[in-house]
């Protein structure tokens, strides 16, 4: 959260980090940015997260599509492909 006051409605929502994130993992291998993270897991390997945007278009009461959307910043789990 900025702190500051916007005006309308919040129509964009995002995270800055995977919800396994924990900020005590920034002192182990672990790679954080605004679009990819690598978390080290205890067992071996990493776990690897990438972020996009869910686009919901808003539509008005006549049902005609504004330009106007509803964002979601979502992390995603990614895995590596077995062989």
Known sequence: MCGAMHEGLPLDWGFDAPAYWHHERE???A????DLCVIPRL???DDHF???II???I???AGAASD???GIGAWV???KKKV
């Open 27 to 29: 002192k182990a291998d």
């Open 31 to 34: 790679f954080l940015n605004a």
């Open 43 to 45: 067992d071996a390997g």
């Open 50 to 52: 990438v972020r996009g």
């Open 55 to 57: 686009e919901i278009p």
């Open 59 to 61: 539509i008005d009461a």
């Open 68 to 70: 106007n959307y509803f």
């Open 77 to 79: 789990s990614l895995s």
